[in-house]
């Protein structure tokens, strides 16, 4: 699949489409590249979808040196990719710190967006002893240690060919400029996504891993994140870590899938 190109005002941000039908835009996480999809995508596609799954800026084959790497920025990049492929609507979906960018997105261009979802978003900052902050610090200056965090966020299932895509993730890191958009894409910034959440009037889904081991209790943040909306729903899928999308795809299409269709429905 050959990867497209759109011009932001200080970059290139990299994605590719695949299959025919309404619109959904895929956002991934900090550290993360398009391919972090590669399981869900054809499960959407074969459930009648247009996907198109974006290098968050930064990421991938996107552009580094961006001035910031804001929520409100990322969102910004997302609307562009819609408007590059025919304005949509679409369905924009957000893994990890990607989820603040929809939100961001949704309330910018509301008629560019008819749904958003939120896959392991953080409704607080994570509260991080000293020890976690300086581990945090050293993680998010080297690809390796990077890769070895990225391991203990699968804590029941990996994909088979998670260790071939991890290894790729790591030397794509070890590029001029790559980990400066990790710590930019987690960097505390206001607004927070929440204060804007009452302002979105289109259907949101929340979905969460059970066994997402960046939260004490994923089913309370995830019921957290859904209340902030005025028309939301959560759904926690099983046995999931905090990429449901790469462990478990089939349960996490189900969910998205139902949601799409109400989507598309009204």
């Not at 590669?38 to 290098?55: E, F, K, Q, T, W």
């Not at 910004?76 to 990719?81: Q, R, T």
């Not at 895509?165 to 400066?180: D, N």
Request: charged residues 20%; aromatic residues 6%.
């Amino acid at each position: 699949m050959s990867t497209s190109f759109v011009a932001c005002a200080d970059g290139r941000i990299a994605y590719e489409v695949h299959g025919q039908g309404p619109l959904v835009v895929l956002s991934h996480g900090m550290g993360e590249n398009r391919r972090s999809y590669r399981h869900l995508i054809p499960l959407l596609v074969a459930a009648g979808y247009r996907v198109a799954s974006v290098d968050v800026r930064g990421h991938g084959d996107s552009t580094t040196g961006w001035p910031s790497y804001t929520p409100a920025e990322v969102g910004g990049d997302l609307l562009a990719v819609v408007r590059d492929l025919g304005g949509g609507p679409a369905v924009l979906v957000g893994n990890s710190s990607s989820g603040a960018a929809v939100v961001f997105a949704a309330t910018e261009a509301p008629e560019s967006v008819n749904g958003i979802v939120l896959v392991g978003a953080f409704v607080n900052q994570p509260k991080l002893n000293p020890f976690m902050r300086l581990a945090m610090v050293v993680v998010l200056h080297s690809p390796r240690l990077f890769g070895l965090f990225r391991r203990t966020l699968f804590p029941v299932h990996r994909p088979a060919d998670d260790a071939q895509y991890r290894r790729q993730l790591v030397a794509a890191l070890r590029r001029p400029g790559r980990m400066a958009p990790l710590r930019g894409v987690i960097h505390p910034v206001e607004p927070h996504w929440t204060s804007l959440a009452a302002q979105v009037r289109q259907p949101v889904l929340v979905l969460m891993g059970t066994r997402d081991p960046d939260f004490s209790d994923p089913g309370a943040e995830a019921r957290a994140a859904r209340r902030l909306f005025p028309v939301a729903e959560a759904r926690m899928i099983t046995e999931a870590g905090h990429y449901p999308h790469a462990d478990r795809p089939e349960a996490m299409a189900h969910e998205l899938v139902a949601f799409l269709a109400e989507v598309n429905r009204a």
